[in-house]
DNA sequence: CTGAAAGCGCTTACAG
DNA sequence: CTGAAAGCGCTTACAG
């Protein structure tokens, strides 16, 4: 079924259909009516690849990507990209473009944001990290009707907005179940939060809350500490947390973010013995200690299928008018030694 | 960069760059080295949505898929289905038509697998369940050069085959990794084997290998006892087995097939206490148990994603000769109460 | 051995 | 308000 078939049906011209399908203007009523019958008698469905054809040279989507820069503590960005990689070398034969911009702060975020919404872009992706310029830039779009996706973490914004990320409640919850299967009942738990200069971040918050709900669900009341560690490259046992670890009770030890590898070295030098450690984000240093056994589980955002879906999700968006995939719930993926996802 | 601008670069017309392309026959020695001098030198590659335009109507890719039946036990088999689904909605547009066979043995899978050979389809899609009938079927499509994938199972055959299967080794090792966490080394464990009137199956034999080889290579020694079970809907507590697991100790339960949901309500019944589950497949029954916490964990083999890969995978095979994507290993995906998958 | 034309399903720019 | 033509990048069938 073509558009050709459906013009020569409703005794119209090819263009008319076209003109039908996408709601343009100089099309009659009843020329309009007589189309859309056919068209719904027929079951037509566009053909989206062969409508991009012309278009994939004449008038490309171009879709602005804003990023962390990808250097220090934020390797992890290196992840996204390169699911965007893919998505675009799957559909640059479709005439999808991508530019990267990159932030460091809250200010270049800014920067960068204005930059982009200046610019003619047909979709954008990017990160909340900050409440108030995320804000900002989502007015900007939903005002000029350009798509925005967030990935990575959800926040709570002025308006709806889509975001593709990890469930991080949920994932607190995992980690919960995981360590409670291994520490028991008679343990002591200890949630270890790395603050950066603008505090704990939402997606570590949300884990810890997570993470208790998880025992208070169950009614199973454990002790849980909560330790705010300043973020740097290495971790210290403090005065309070010789302390606390000094038993040779079993304890869990649930890292909210992806340092988990900075603890066991630490504890074994500080000899806190009987841990259990779950963290986040499948890193070379994390693999290196769950590799040894001593990073018990690590929970995956699939960093790299986010960014992916990003892309494919806004291409689905713009070409066919289908907004599912644009709000994304990415699974809470438990990575033992035994089942480290490959990094193809 | 367009095979008409290659033609203008070498002084051919764009039919001879179409024939170099597709080292076809009528193109002389001379002008062959210099189109393919051009095409090196600009990287031109072909863009494969628009070379399926044409043919989308007037030569389909015609892929036929031999699945077992799905009911009964066999449920399971909607799933792959779901995924070939998937796929074939995505690849309509460009020509992707799927016929499903269905077999219930290896009798009626011959006869459809020889009826499938001497029908002209561009590639194949089945489960090798039958030594003997999955060579001949091999065998066959490798004589006519029509590429073959088989899901879900690895199979041992006489000459190299196309497998999108998970890793059964892996699957017992990460079943090993996490019985161990929540029985430790004082507990018994148990290898529950369902068997079919044609014996074990090949997936559970190595689903048991992998988990003695979990315990195996860490050097703990533990009692793994095997239980061999005939397949049915229900299971007994054999006398046999009273004495095995007439202890308070800690048992940790490996079900290397989709029924571990047939174990919960039976131990309750014969009293067998402190048992911890860990079973295949995200099925309602599993999931129930799942919910109750009388199973612990799931292994998922994701088969609806072997099913889409399958034919997304011989899509890119036929089209651009991209052979990468017809073996694949699915990854362990180890699933809980808090992170079960969508059904989506 | 090579080229020119027709066409896949759609979109655009122009003509009326 | 509507149609006819040109063209996206490629493939095919035909002509020479």
Redesign the pocket.
Known sequence: ????R??KLA?????????V??NR????????RRVLEIIKETG?????T??????????KIKIAVLFPEAKHNWNYWKLPKKGITKAVNELNELGVVVDEFLFFDSTSFRNQADKIVLDDYDALVTVAFFKEESNVLLQKANAKKVPLVFIDTEMDLDSPANFIRQDSIKAGMVAGRLLHGLVGETGQYFVVNMLNDRGIHANNKQRESGFRAYFDKKGIQVPIKTINYSMVNEFEVTEEMKIWFDSEGPKGIFVTNSKSHLLPEIFETYNVTNTSIVGFDVNKSNLKYLKKDKINFLIHQQPRNQGYAAIKGLFDFLTKGDAAALNLDIPVEIVVKENVPSSK
């Open positions: 079924m073509s558009i050709k459906i013009a005794n119209v011209s090819i263009g008319t259909v076209d003109r399908l996408h203007t100089g099309v009659s009523k009843e020329t309009e037509y469905v566009r053909n989206t062969a409508s991009r054809l012309k278009l994939a040279s004449l008038k």
